[in-house]
């Protein structure tokens, strides 16, 4: 049976100079081991062959590692790293591990792995130096969150002064608009008064031409008209003040005194002056 057994904390020795060697197709199925890593992995050569090569996997070991590791591979590169491996009873064995693609062809069939082996210290060193690569990129990390932050505040300022000019636009734009309905208002009332006063001034010409004809009419009656016995003669000017109908002037009219006229009196005269 190949299944685990629960961890312990026990680390399983490697003899010096052992090389691990196993291969997996594309899906990740043991499809070779040499007999140091089945020794290493506890199983039997039967138990390895068409399981997942993650059954020698620690849980010790994080998820994103091997995230990385399936990015690389995938992507035909080389894999490289510190590795804590899982024996059928529990125990455990450090190796450095890595990992090339197989190709046939050109073409990628699988993956083949080459593990050595790693003293205590050596494995103590590989983890200090993580640890720290670890800690830079957390610090790098911090810093591009604080850039992030300032900029995102920069934005979230200028966008609270893009709001205020919009307001002032908004409040120019409503004073603007009552300042022309204000005058579209005042416009719409100086062309009513005009219209009024043009009306005022065609009916103050008619009432001109109407005057002015009734005057004439008057003159020429008055002018027709002789005094008898007096000697004199009755013309009568009227003044009408001029009116301006059209670019036209209406002629004044005077009233004139009475003068003396040359001609005499005679029988005839008086029988006009009755039967006027």
């Given at each position: 049976m190949?299944?685990?057994?629960p961890?312990?904390?026990q680390?399983?020795?490697?003899a010096?100079?052992?090389?691990?060697i196993?291969?997996?197709?594309?899906?990740?199925?043991?499809?070779?081991?040499?007999?140091?890593?089945v020794?290493?992995?506890?199983f039997t050569?039967?138990e390895?062959?068409?399981?997942?090569?993650?059954?020698?996997?620690h849980?010790?070991?994080p998820?994103e590692?091997f995230?990385?590791?399936?990015?690389?591979?995938?992507?035909?590169?080389?894999?490289?790293g510190?590795?804590?491996?899982?024996?059928?009873?529990g125990?455990?064995y450090w190796v450095?591990?890595?990992v090339?693609?197989?190709?046939?062809?050109?073409k990628?069939v699988?993956?083949?792995s080459?593990r050595?082996?790693?003293?205590?210290?050596?494995?103590a060193?590989?983890?200090?130096?993580?640890?720290a690569n670890?800690?830079?990129e957390?610090?790098?990390?911090?810093e591009?969150v604080a850039?992030?932050?300032?900029?995102i505040?920069?934005?979230?300022e200028?966008?609270?002064?893009?709001?205020?000019i919009?307001?002032?636009?908004?409040?120019?734009?409503?004073?603007?608009s009552?300042?022309?309905t204000?005058?579209?208002?005042?416009?719409s009332?100086?062309?009513?008064?005009?219209q009024?006063?043009?009306?005022?001034?065609?009916e103050?010409g008619r009432a001109a031409?109407?005057?002015?004809?009734?005057?004439w009419q008057?003159?020429?009656?008055?002018l027709a008209f002789?005094?008898q016995?007096?000697?004199?003669?009755?013309?009568?000017?009227?003044?009408?003040a001029?009116?301006?109908?059209?670019?036209?002037?209406a002629?004044?009219?005077r009233?004139?005194?009475p003068?003396?006229?040359q001609q005499?009196?005679s029988?005839?005269?008086?029988?006009?002056w009755?039967?006027f």
């Open positions: 190949r299944l685990n057994t961890v312990t904390q680390e399983y020795r490697l010096e100079g052992d090389l691990l196993s291969r997996t197709n594309l899906q990740g199925k043991i499809t070779y081991a040499n007999p140091a890593f020794e290493a992995s506890g050569l039967e390895l062959m068409g399981s997942d090569h993650n059954l020698v996997r849980p010790d070991m998820v590692a995230a990385n590791f399936w990015t690389t591979i995938k992507q035909g590169e080389i894999w490289s510190l590795v804590k491996n899982r024996r059928k009873n125990d455990h450095r591990a890595n090339v693609p197989v190709r046939e062809a050109g990628v699988g993956y083949a080459l050595t082996c790693l003293s205590r210290a050596d494995a060193k590989e983890i200090h130096q993580l640890i670890a800690n830079q957390i610090d790098a990390g911090a591009v850039r992030t932050e300032s900029a505040g920069r934005v979230v200028a966008s609270n002064r893009v709001n205020d919009m307001e002032e636009i908004s409040a120019a734009s409503r004073e603007q009552s300042g022309i204000q005058i579209s208002d005042a416009v009332q100086m062309e009513q008064a005009v009024q006063s043009a009306g005022q001034l065609q103050s031409h109407q005057l002015q004809h009734e005057t008057l003159n020429n009656a008055i002789r005094t016995g007096s000697g004199q003669e009755l013309q009568v000017e009227i003044d009408v001029s009116v301006t109908t059209q670019g036209e002037s002629p004044p009219v009233l004139a005194t003068r003396p006229t005499k009196a029988a005839t005269s008086g029988r006009d009755m039967s």
